[in-house]
Each structure stands twice: as structure tokens, then as C-alpha cells.
């Protein structure tokens, strides 16, 4: 009974310690999985809801822009609303401002009629790929949350304006920047060859946020163009077709987090590399049952059997059978391991147990055994030798 309960004992912790130990080991990688779930909810949360009326300057809800289109018209600018690129490019021709929105939903056809205009361009949110397409000179960076203060011409009577969360861009030494982060800027002008104005958030266009800040009299001063205003806003594209707005996860995640995400990985590599020059000392865990020995080397010997490695199994018992012989003739143990040594053992051994000095010297040291009868006829003689020199 107590041997029993004994080994249920040692079963219950054994399992407990494989347990931790297959937690330690997956914990991480767990871990990093929820962190990126984490960051995929945190972005979705954080950009606008990319709702059918979004930026639609005939949808009334708080997320359309119907508010600034009937504003910029009570002020005289003519607003014509477009769901197709081709019919937008030649209603805008070369004079009339062109405002590109929802730019996910464009093909490769809409983006080439769109390089191809010769009018001003203005982009609301544009995504990596048509932003190369159109405006090849600026590039996102990372995003910025919250209100800003302009800092140039283009938009010094709108004053602060509430951004929300913005993409920030880089630009050419020749554009016009405003709205400024660190070195970056949300609002980005290029005039050659024609004028391009990249706005890094769609929400001061909004019916819900036109009356915060300056949002108001930023969009109108951006729409205030003498030919009109052509407003592009496509419609959603066929099923199968391939758009060029289309954003991916890695599009949607910032720049900076994703050279965050590169540092970590870099740094946990540097401290796999550190660490593995460090080995820790071996740890000692306790067996669920106990084995006797004899059957141990009985299970050993069946598996050398079973793959007929009759060398291996010879190398074993001679070099086990050296490494307790070796301190009965008063030799460090390290002989045992050394070949340029086996004349010296060899000459001991036989001088101790009387036994010829070749057939000893075939014992320790000789080749494989032939077949299994050889076999055993090495393990006889090395009980021999050593019951003698004993």
C-alpha cells in the first residue's frame, strides 16, 4: 500500500512539472498571438467606421459629407458627385479640382485614368499603393491622434483641427506641408506636375465633426477651387475584380509599430544568441516509476539486437569494461579513453589477470564482432578479465 501511494505521488508531480514545463515553453508564442490579436483590434477600433456613406457627400449620417458639400455650394463652388473614375477624369478635365475618396474600391483601370488627368488631385486617406500611383513623391510614415495647429499658408484661416487618427507623410523638400508631426506632416501639397494635396484623415469632411475645431473652415479652404469640384466616390467594385486600394493587415498596422515589432524580434534573437553560450546546469527530475537496472540493459540490448548494431554494442562493454579496469591498475581514468594508451592498458591487464597480452589487447581494443556469436564471446572474456584482475 505505501509503495502504492508512493508512486501515484511521484506520478501527480512529475505530470505537474511536465505541465509547467509545457507552459514556460508555449507561454510566449501564446502571448505574442494575443499581442498581435490586441494590436489587430486596437486598429480596427481606432480608424473610421468605413461605413457605405463614408465621405459621401449625399449621405446625411454622421459619417457622410453631405454638410460641407451644400456648405462649399451656398459659397458658389460648384460640388458634382461621381461613382466612376473615367466619368469624374472627364467631367474634371484639366481645371476642375478632383477629390478622390474611398480609394479601396479602385481598379488598376481607375488609378491609370486617374494618373492620367491633368487635374488637381486631392486625396482623402489615400492607401499605400495609390498614393504611390498618384503621388509617387510622398510617402506614409506612421499616424498621429488628436488636434493640431497649422504651420503654413495652405490652411493658416482654418486654425486647429481635429484629426482624429491621421496617417503622417513624409514629402519632398518642394512640397507645401502643414499640420505637423515631429518631421512628418498630415496634410501634404506637391505641385509638379500638376497639384496634389494628401489629407491624412477623412474626419474633418465629416457631418459628425465639421463643427469641432476648425474642421470646417479647413475642408472649405481645401475645396475652394475657382472650376468646381468634381467629388469621386466609387462604387463598390464587381465581384472579382481586383482593386489597387485594397489595404491588408500589414497596411493597416503603422509603420512605427511594425519597426516596434522589428526591434523586439531583433532584441529576443540577440538574447537567444547571449543565452545559448550560457548553458545552466542539468536538471535532476525524478522518474514517474523506478526501473531496475537489469532491466534496462535488457531493454538496451534487445533494441541492439533489433537493428543488429553488434559494433555498437561491443564499443559499450569495452568501454565500460576500460573504465573499471583502468583504476584497478592504478592508471587515471582518462587512459581509459585513450587509444595511443591501449599497448600500456593492454600489458597490465594481462599481467594482472594471466591471460595472454594479444587476447586481452583483442578484448579492450580489437575490431567489430562478426556476428552475434563473437559477440558473446567478448562479453565472456571481459567478465573474465575483470573477475581476474579483481
Not at 131 to 158: H, K, N, Q, V
Not at 240 to 257: I, N, Y
Not at 339 to 361: H, M, N
Amino acid at each position: 500500500m505505501t509503495a502504492t501511494a508512493e508512486t501515484a505521488g511521484t506520478g501527480v508531480a512529475s505530470a505537474g512539472q511536465v505541465a509547467g514545463a509545457r507552459f514556460r515553453r508555449w507561454r510566449g508564442i501564446v502571448g505574442a498571438v494575443l499581442a498581435v490579436a490586441v494590436l489587430a483590434v486596437l486598429l480596427a477600433a481606432l480608424r473610421p467606421a468605413a461605413t457605405s456613406g463614408y465621405l459621401d457627400p449625399e449621405d446625411a449620417t454622421d459619417y457622410g459629407s453631405r454638410a460641407l458639400a451644400e456648405i462649399v455650394r451656398q459659397n458658389g463652388t460648384a460640388v458634382d458627385v461621381r461613382r466612376s473614375a473615367a466619368d469624374a477624369v472627364a467631367e474634371a478635365g484639366a481645371s476642375r479640382l478632383l477629390v478622390v475618396t474611398r480609394d479601396e474600391r479602385l481598379t488598376a483601370d481607375d488609378v491609370a485614368a486617374l494618373a492620367a488627368s491633368k487635374a488637381p488631385l486631392l486625396l482623402i486617406e489615400p492607401s499605400a499603393a495609390v498614393l504611390r500611383e498618384l503621388a509617387p513623391e510622398i510617402e506614409e510614415t506612421t499616424r498621429a491622434t488628436g488636434t493640431a495647429m497649422p504651420d503654413c499658408p495652405l490652411a493658416s484661416a482654418a486654425g486647429r483641427v481635429d484629426f482624429g487618427t491621421a496617417s503622417v507623410y513624409s514629402a519632398p523638400s518642394h512640397a507645401t506641408v502643414c499640420y505637423r508631426y515631429e518631421e512628418f506632416a498630415r496634410v501634404v501639397q506637391v505641385t509638379t506636375p500638376r497639384a496634389v494635396t494628401v489629407v491624412g484623415s477623412g474626419l474633418p469632411f465629416t457631418n459628425d465633426a465639421l463643427t469641432d475645431e476648425g474642421n470646417a473652415a479647413f475642408a472649405m479652404n481645401l475645396l475652394d477651387a475657382q472650376g468646381g469640384v468634381v467629388w469621386l466616390l466609387p462604387r463598390l467594385p464587381a465581384e472579382g475584380q481586383d482593386v489597387v486600394g485594397e489595404e491588408s493587415f500589414m497596411d493597416l498596422v503603422p509603420p512605427g509599430v511594425r519597426l516596434f515589432f522589428w526591434q523586439i524580434l531583433i532584441a529576443v534573437v540577440l538574447a537567444a544568441l547571449w543565452r545559448a553560450r550560457r548553458l545552466g546546469p542539468v536538471v535532476v527530475e525524478r522518474l514517474p516509476v523506478a526501473v531496475r537496472s537489469a532491466e534496462a540493459v535488457e531493454g538496451r540490448a534487445r533494441l541492439y539486437r533489433a537493428a543488429h548494431a553488434r559494433d555498437r554494442a561491443a564499443l559499450a562493454l569495452r568501454s565500460a569494461a576500460r573504465e573499471r579496469l583502468v583504476p584497478l591498475l592504478g592508471l587515471p581514468r582518462s587512459a581509459a579513453g585513450e587509444l595511443d594508451r591501449a599497448a600500456e592498458v593492454s600489458a597490465l591487464v594481462a599481467a594482472r589477470s594471466g591471460i595472454e597480452e594479444q587476447t586481452a589487447r583483442w578484448a579492450l581494443y580489437g575490431p567489430d564482432p562478426a556476428d552475434d556469436r563473437q559477440l558473446l564471446q567478448l562479453t565472456d572474456l571481459l567478465d573474465e578479465l575483470e573477475r581476474r584482475v579483481r
